[in-house]
């Protein structure tokens, strides 16, 4: 009886304790924002009067396609004893991409009461490919251990001398205690957009390299999304709890407590909570998957503010390297594993595609790619994995084109040929009677004690069947719908073989 009270008890401070985590690793956004403007008067009357803008300059984006030139700051080796290198920084800002493009995998399981409310961005932040002096680079520069980056001021210094221009490239900084306070579960901090900040080289993400990409779970991935949020002006939208304001109309409140996690609930007012919101923190125990439109249209004015409207010029983006210039550039290629040539499958089977996209000038100068069926447009990817699913296709041969194109407006192209063979019918066999079954391949059998009968049954084929068992062998042509039928079989170890399928299951009476 002691042993059983002890459990729930267990439970409780288990509980207790993976709340206690999860509100450590949240944002300080609010009040590191707030503790900047307090100390720049000029910066908080900026604040105020682009919220004001930005009520203005609403509903009028949407349809621009945006790219913004990005440098990772990766400072020391290990993040919780996490490394970050390319591959996991690449990985990172695809899914981000991915989340603002409403592309991410359970964008289509959003909540029916905010699902006509999505909004979508077309901006892509892609690794600089030019660094400050003309140099190429790969966009992330790797620096050795430092922390504290997330302080409000402590640390301007280093971090302006670190920095690359702000009015050209967006900074992040991976760090692994973001306060330097031996805290290393805080998962990031960002500033809204300020002319003096960037002014000063101080415009900044700051990201714990331990919640990137596959060094955590999928959701709390996405807290890198959440950062990129305030860069691009968006506020907590819990932001006051029930009488404070996110400045966007189409957020409901919130209490501020997060203690919905991924359940429904409502707020304050009565409201239902958008906890799936990237700007919220329940989202972040397993549920990010959306922003507002109301949202996305305070992102689209934060890209006319002056300390982001540089970035994204064409100018800058040659200056950066994220345009070529035509002389310069190449065009991606496209490889198709060739065992995929003159494959063959039965009609019903998926055909699963697997491609690699690359260029040379760089692996993330890819744009998009297209998929083609027998000349027919068939799907446009434009985040990794480049993989297609090609299902019902009907008999015949196929031909199946992959087209990559970069951001330079160059593509190449690759082309396989495919045959679907109609579908093989099998003949269904059945050990009658009882409830015990067991299937392999196409073949099924039934079997108990009740009469111990053997049946078996061409669907719509002709097969030789070869029957074997204790002291019993025989073998029979069957045709469509006619029924084998063996009554009272023995105990002891029976096969049904089919050689012309190359089937043959084995199977024991007890
Ligand atoms: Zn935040």
């Known amino acids: ?46 604040y105020h009067d682009f919220n004001y803008q930005t009520k203005k300059i609403q509903g009028k984006g949407g349809s621009e396609s945006y790219q913004i030139p990005v440098v990772f700051h990766v400072y020391g080796t290990s993040f919780n004893g996490k490394t970050v290198d390319d591959e996991l920084i690449h990985k990172a800002l695809n899914d981000l991409n991915k989340d603002f493009h409403g592309m991410n995998d359970d964008f289509f399981s959003i909540d029916s ?46 971090i302006s001398a670190d920095a690359w221009d702000n009015y050209r490239y967006m900074n992040v900084y991976i760090q692994n205690d973001l306060y330097g306070n031996n805290e290393t579960n ?21 990201y714990n390299g331990a919640f990137l990409a596959t060094n955590t779970d999928t959701e709390q991935a996405s807290i890198l999304t959440h ?11 819990f932001e006051g709890g029930c009488d404070g304001t996110d400045e966007v109309d189409d957020t409901p409140n919130e209490n501020g407590l997060h203690d919905l996690n991924c359940s429904s609930g409502t707020n304050c007012n009565g409201e239902y909570v958008n906890t799936e919101n990237y700007m919220g923190y329940n989202g972040s125990s397993g549920c990010y998957k959306m922003f507002t439109e109301g ?30 210039s035509e002389a310069e550039n190449v065009a991606p290629v496209v490889t198709i594993d060739t065992s995929m040539d003159n494959f063959s499958f039965e009609e019903g089977e998926t055909f699963e595609l ?44 196929h031909i199946i084109r992959v087209m990559a194109y970069d951001y330079g407006g160059l593509s190449n192209t690759m082309e396989i040929t495919i045959t679907v063979i109609p579908r093989i019918n099998y003949p269904e066999i059945k050990w009658i009677s009882s409830n015990i079954s067991f299937a392999e391949n196409s073949i ?58 190359n089937k043959k299951i084995t199977k024991t009476l007890n």
């Open 295 to 324: 949202q996305v249209d305070r992102m689209f004015a934060a890209l006319q503010h002056p300390a982001r409207v540089t970035l994204w010029q064409t100018q800058n983006l040659i200056d950066t390297g994220l345009i070529i």
């Open 444 to 501: 099924q059998f039934a079997t108990g004690e009740a009469t111990r009968r053997l049946e078996i049954k061409a669907i719509t084929d002709t097969h030789d069947i070869i029957v074997k068992g204790p002291d019993f062998e025989k073998q029979y042509t069957t045709i469509i719908d006619e029924t084998i039928t063996i009554d009272n079989i023995a105990k002891g170890t029976w096969t049904v073989e089919i050689p012309s399928l």
């Open 113 to 158: 009461r905010f699902s006509n409310i999505t909004g979508t961005m077309d901006i892509t932040f892609r690794l600089a490919r030019i660094d400050p002096n003309g140099n190429a680079t790969t966009g992330i520069i790797y620096h050795a251990e430092k922390n504290g980056y997330g302080h409000g001021s402590d640390s301007d210094t280093q």
């Open 1 to 46: 009886m002691k042993a059983k009270k002890v459990v729930p008890f267990i439970l409780i401070l288990q509980i207790i304790a993976m709340q206690a985590i999860q509100a450590q690793t949240n944002c300080r956004a609010s009040e590191a924002n707030a503790t900047y403007i307090k100390k720049h008067i000029s910066s908080q009357n900026e």
């Open 354 to 397: 697997k491609t690699t996209v690359t260029d040379a000038n760089g692996s993330d100068d890819i744009q998009k790619v297209e998929y083609y069926v027998d000349g027919n447009l068939l799907d446009i990817l434009r985040f990794l994995p480049f993989e297609n699913e090609f299902p019902n296709l009907e008999t015949g041969q």
């Open 227 to 237: 950062e990129f949020g305030h860069w691009l002006n968006l506020i907590h939208t």
């Open 186 to 206: 805080n998962t990031g901090v960002a500033w809204y957009p300020f002319t003096h900040m960037s002014d000063n080289n101080l415009a900044r993400v700051v």
